[in-house]
């Protein structure tokens, strides 16, 4: 069993930044990626980044400009992912998770095998 313990949400005011990191219990190298989604209330799961555990390649989600904002990175000897996040908009107000995936970087959240409990990032007007 793994825990992923996501951390770094909270209330920001727009056009702040958040860095959110999320540490692995342990690395298992039946994992090949990471990523990080989003739940707004009302929403579905939304994917946001991913990154390969071997080779560091990385994905960001197109919606909302997250490519030009959101930035996706690992440090493999703290088993952490990192999400750092800048020029933040209101609409960027969700409970963000991270996951664990032994199919490579995906988008689809059924792919990804653990999740940790979520972190609550809040971008005031």
């Known amino acids: 069993q793994v825990v992923l313990v996501e951390s770094g949400g909270g209330l920001v005011q727009a056009g702040g930044s958040l860095k959110l990191s999320c540490a692995a219990s342990r690395r298992t190298f039946s994992f090949s990626a990471m990523g990080w989604f989003r739940q707004a209330p009302g929403k579905e799961r939304e994917f946001v980044a991913a990154?390969?555990?071997?080779?560091?390649?990385?994905?960001?989600g197109d919606s909302n400009s997250m490519k030009g904002r959101f930035t996706i990175s690992i440090d493999s000897t703290k088993n952490t992912v990192y999400l750092q996040m800048n020029s933040l908009k209101p609409e960027d107000t969700a409970v963000y998770y991270c996951?664990?995936?032994?199919?490579?970087?995906?988008?689809?959240?059924?792919?990804?095998?653990?999740w940790g409990q979520g972190t609550q990032v809040t971008v005031s007007s």
């Open positions: 996951a664990a995936s032994a199919h490579g970087i995906a988008i689809v959240a059924k792919l990804y095998d653990y």
């Open positions: 990154i390969a555990l071997s080779g560091g390649g990385t994905y960001t």
